[in-house]
């Protein structure tokens, strides 16, 4: 999966949170129809969350809670081993929060797995 244009930080692509992320979720969609389902997804992005409110609260604390940040990436790889997500999520998670390096880089990557789900519920609908 071809990740060269989801970049963060100061010059965001114009389409990176349209075609970039419709591209990459159909890229997911395909890939393995047995595992990748919305919902587990979903938790990850979930985490996120969780943790970018944590950052919105204590910007200053950034540095402390990045270890747990990326922490989300052995926790996709341990659902890439029980066939819950594919390596192509797995690489694209990593992709993303490895560029997750202060408060509005993180925010940045927040928005993107939000436009990547929207556009990956459009591409799997009838899926939980």
């Known amino acids: 999966m071809d990740l060269s244009r989801v970049r963060f930080g100061a010059n965001l ?19 393995n129809q ?3 389902k919305p919902s587990q997804l979903r938790r990850f ?6 943790w970018v409110a944590k950052v919105e609260q204590a910007p200053e604390r950034f540095a402390e809670y990045r270890p747990f940040i990326l922490m ?19 690489a694209l998670l990593n992709h993303c929060l490895r560029q997750a390096e ?26 939980n």
């Open 34 to 36: 047995r595992c990748n």
């Open 13 to 31: 692509e114009a389409q990176l949170f349209n075609e970039v992320a419709q591209r990459c979720a159909k890229t997911i969609s395909e890939s």
């Open 72 to 90: 989300l990436n052995a926790k996709a790889a341990y659902a890439k081993g029980r066939d819950l997500v594919d390596a192509n999520f797995v």
């Open 45 to 50: 992005y979930d985490e996120l969350l969780m």
């Open 102 to 127: 202060d408060a509005k880089t993180l925010g940045q990557v927040k928005l993107f797995l939000e436009a990547f789900l929207g556009f990956y519920k459009a591409e799997r609908p009838r899926e």
